[in-house]
Structures are given as C-alpha cells and as structure tokens.
C-alpha cells in the first residue's frame, strides 16, 4: 500500500527566501502525486501534480516540485516567498485509476516578515 | 463554472445523534470523495462514489456512511455520534476519479460533537 510522509509539521521562512517542504512517499508501483493547499477555514486547492513525462512540474503561485524516483520524494519548492504563501501544505499520492487518494499529515508554512 | 459545495458549513450535535452531510459537485463530475479532517489525524479518506456506486471505503466505522444519486450530488451519513468524529467534513469532486484526475474540495462543514 502507498503511503506518505512529510517531514516537519511546521516550516518558519523569512519573506523573500527559498520555500522547500519535503515530501517522501512509498509505493510498489509508480505514482501519482499531488501538492495541495489549504488557507484557514477553506478547502484543499491543487497546486500541482505529476502523472507521467516530465520530473520537474510547475504549478501555481511560482511553485513547483521534482519527481525523484531513486528518492522517492516529491519536494515543493518555490524560489521566493511570500506572506500570502503561509497555509498549511499536503502531498498525496494515488497510483491506480479509481483508486483513493492518500494524504501527508500536511506541513503548516509560516512566513516571517 | 460553480464550485463544490457543502452544506451545511458548520454543524453542532451531540453524543448518540445521528447527522446528514450534502455535497454538490462540479457541474458534470461524476465522482465524489469525502475525507475528515482532525488535528490529529490529518486528512483521511472516508468513501469515493462513481455514478452512484461506492467505489473505495476507508477504514472507518459502518456508522459513517453515503451515498450518491443520479445527478451526482453525495450526502454524508454519520449515526450514533462520537466525541471524536468532531472534525472537517470535506467533500472532493473530479471528472472520473482517475488517479490522476484533479480533485476539487469544498469548503467542508466543521462538525462539532458535545
């Protein structure tokens, strides 16, 4: 069975540096995974997503991620943050067609001014 | 195009009653997901339905259950209510539930158990 891990349930960043939240997943097949994003009191938004192609995925917001099989780790990163950027972040990896989708326990991002 | 909606979005009951969750969908997406979501626990998937039929089950009790009618709209069904099945209730809706289909969340209802 597929599972997740994040490393670090909160990240502190300063305003204008390197946002990198850690995500490593298991899994006997090759994955799907996903970063979501959840701002206080909403629901989750897809930020960006890696089915097949190519390792290095853009998403919005200026963030992005690289797929890394000899790792097996999907890592966020986004060059320069922002105060808008603080939200609590989720990695998830599905692997089959209809199967469920199964979640980190999600990294909460604080940006310090 | 309208979101996913949740209704009702924040719910109080108390121990040994029973609650009903609705989710409407994205207009022409065919699978709803239903996770809860605790401090603790972090999110975890509940059930999925596809055209009506409950495709995957998480692990969770026969006291939560759901179901799915034909235009798609899901409802959530928790009886005999727990202290601990306080938690966000979030719906997630997507074209076919492919594994690599994008899941659309709701806002969740926030269900509080005294």
């Known amino acids: 069975a597929q599972s997740v891990t994040q490393l670090g349930s909160h990240v502190s960043v300063s305003e204008g540096a390197l946002v990198l939240l850690r995500c490593n997943y298991s899994s006997s097949v090759p994955p799907y995974l996903f970063w979501y994003v959840q701002y206080p009191n909403q629901g989750l938004q897809l930020l960006l997503k890696?089915?097949?192609?190519?390792?290095l995925v853009k998403g919005i917001n200026g963030f992005e991620a690289e797929f890394k099989k000899s790792e097996t780790s999907f890592h966020l990163t986004k060059p320069s943050a922002h105060m808008s950027d603080a939200a609590e972040y989720f990695c998830?990896?599905?692997?089959?067609?209809?199967?469920?989708?199964?979640f980190g326990k999600g990294t909460r991002l604080h940006i310090l001014p | 195009k309208a979101g996913v909606t949740q209704t009702p979005r924040y719910l109080i009951k108390t121990r040994g009653q029973q609650v009903t969750l609705s989710c409407s969908p994205i207009s022409g997406h065919r699978s709803v997901s239903w996770y809860q979501q605790t401090p603790g626990q972090g999110l975890q998937f509940l059930f999925e339905y596809f055209s009506e039929t409950q495709r995957n089950k998480g692990n969770f009790p026969g006291r939560f259950s759901g179901r799915q009618f034909s235009n798609s709209r899901s409802e959530m069904n928790v009886s005999t209510l727990e202290l601990g099945d306080s938690a966000l209730y979030l719906c997630a809706s997507s074209l076919v539930g492919d594994g690599t289909d994008t899941q659309y969340f709701g806002p969740g209802t926030r269900l509080t158990v005294l």
């Open positions: 890696y089915t097949t192609g190519a390792t």
């Open positions: 998830a990896v599905s692997v089959a067609w209809g199967d469920k989708i199964i």
